[in-house]
């Protein structure tokens, strides 16, 4: 009982400061902002003490090497979460934004003025950064933020929930408009998910089975995407030397997240020439690859791909090949198999990419491009909350923009409806 209580008041008392924050200026926000993005260098220390303990605790539970590098803080990590704050505070503000306006017939003036979307929930896994991003993208949205990450980062998050709240409080943010819920207790998720009366988003944020709990669970609109199976098909147009760096970049350059390839297809064409190679680099990299029958023709004693591994997210160095006889072929195997993602083609044939780019269903759609740029910051956004394959209110990495929602504000002189 004491917890439920806990997490209500923290609803309760988000809400009331949300109503507040949507008053604040473009210019305190910034402020607070820049001033959160230096607490984070000049508290390194303090924040990596803590990571070291999450770190330790993962190695004792023997969590595989994917996830500890999710979960790990370093100083270039720390740096990256610092700039993202200066970017956020150095984008546009969207609240109070008039989106159009017009004037009817009667005389009566419409606006339609974009306005934060109100308390927003964040649950999350194993990456500390969240914390940061999420904090400063709802701060400059004008949105309180009640987190809850993961046990396995407990240390790390209320590190830096401490830190830059301590740095939000000498501008006068409302304190209760940024939250964390420091338990590793379940049953806190179950509460929260709870609370439509305080809380208007719900954004999960890590695994398919998170998110398929709390999409379940919520009497909250949720945002969400399940899976990453990200695809890059390499056509037979392709340069050779770009497909083997952008292929090689979207699975290995950091394998645990949702934008990392999952699947590689490849033309029959080009298969020949194109795969040795890559199958080399693959493997030197320690990339575990798993094949249909034509690929492993051509790549020797490599695992026979399944079914199953069309529709898996791997988030490790593993990987599935899959020869296609047509871009017909495998903008159908993306959109069959696929899961509305990140998905990417490498070709010097415009007419192929136009067409790729047009049929692919899916909320990032690349051209000679790593799929790994499916990214707030890597897109100028500053940071994201979350990247959505939802159709509806947002699709793709989630910022500023997509963080408020709209009101109409109508203007009269006395106008009666007859």
């Known amino acids: ?221 949720v945002v969400k995407h399940y899976k990453g199976i990200c695809h890059t098909y390499v056509d037979k147009y392709a340069d050779m030397d770009t497909a083997l760096n952008v292929s090689f970049n979207a699975k290995v350059q950091r394998p645990s997240v949702c934008n990392a390839m999952e699947t590689l297809l490849v033309h029959r064409d080009i298969a020949k020439r194109f795969l040795p190679g890559m199958a080399k680099r693959f493997i030197a990299a320690g990339v575990e690859l798993r094949g249909c029958e034509k690929t492993r023709k051509i790549i020797k004693g490599i695992k026979k791909a399944t079914n199953k591994d069309w529709i898996t997210e791997y988030l490790d160095l593993i990987l599935s090949i899959k020869v296609v006889d047509s871009l017909d072929d495998a903008i159908n195997h993306i959109n069959t198999f696929g899961s509305k993602h990140s998905d990417a083609i490498i070709t010097e044939n415009k007419n192929n990419a136009s067409e790729f780019l047009k049929r692919i269903d899916s909320a990032a759609v690349f051209v000679n491009a790593s799929t790994r740029f499916t990214d707030g910051y890597q897109f100028g956004l500053g940071a994201e909350i979350g990247i959505s394959t939802e159709k509806l209110h947002a699709r793709g990495p989630m910022a500023l923009e997509e963080l408020s929602t709209y009101k109409y504000a109508i203007t009269g002189d006395g106008q009666i409806r007859q």
């Not at 979460?81 to 503000?93: E, I, N, P, T």
């Not at 933020?145 to 998050?157: Q, T």
């Open 1 to 221: 009982m004491e917890l439920k209580k806990k997490i209500i008041t923290m609803a309760k008392d988000a809400q009331e400061a949300s109503r507040e924050l949507a008053l604040a200026s473009a210019k305190l926000k910034n402020k607070a902002l820049v001033s959160m993005a230096k607490s984070l260098k000049a508290n390194k220390s303090f924040i990596l003490s803590q990571n070291r303990k999450d770190i330790a605790n993962a190695h004792k539970k023997g969590m595989r090497g994917s996830l500890i590098d999710r979960l790990m803080l370093n100083d270039k990590r720390l740096n990256e979460m610092s700039r993202s704050l200066m970017q956020v505070a150095a984008l546009k503000d969207y609240v109070g934004e008039t989106i159009k306006s017009w004037r009817r017939p009667n005389g009566l003036l419409i606006s339609k003025v974009r306005v934060p979307i109100g308390v927003i929930a964040i649950i999350y896994e194993a990456r500390p950064n969240v914390t940061s991003d999420c904090i400063g993208l709802c701060l400059k949205s004008s949105n309180s933020v009640i987190l809850k990450g993961g046990s396995e980062a407990l240390n790390s998050n209320i590190a830096i929930y401490k830190v830059l709240k301590n740095a939000a409080r000498r501008f006068k943010i409302p304190l209760n408009a940024i939250n964390l819920i420091d338990t590793a207790d379940r049953k806190a998720i179950d509460i929260l998910l709870k609370l439509n009366n305080y809380i208007d988003l719900v954004i999960p944020r890590g695994g398919e089975s998170l998110i398929r709990s709390v999409a379940a669970k919520s009497k909250i609109p």
